[in-house]
């Protein structure tokens, strides 16, 4: 009977292999979910050309030519 809960094949360790199972396949789900997004980010960077002027001026600080940029410092309160 201990051999059967508790041996290599018992249910002891097929609760383990299928609670280890659970998480591999959430795990596995949230990485499908991410490499869409990443598909997804990579398409509009290859052809969405406003897409890449709004992530050059806000990501990377850039602007056109003539244009001026300023940076907003926020004000400490003194008391």
Do not use: C, W
């Not at 050309?49 to 907003?72: N, S």
């Amino acid at each position: 009977m201990i051999v059967f809960l508790f041996g290599d094949h018992g249910l002891y360790q097929l609760y383990k292999i299928k609670s280890q199972r659970k998480v591999t396949q959430k795990r596995i789900e949230e990485l499908k979910t991410e490499i869409a997004l990443l598909e997804n980010e990579k398409k509009r960077l290859q052809t969405d050309l406003d897409y890449i002027e709004r992530l050059a001026r806000e990501k990377y600080r850039m602007a056109k030519t003539g244009e001026k940029v300023f940076k907003v410092i926020p004000r400490e309160n003194k008391k």
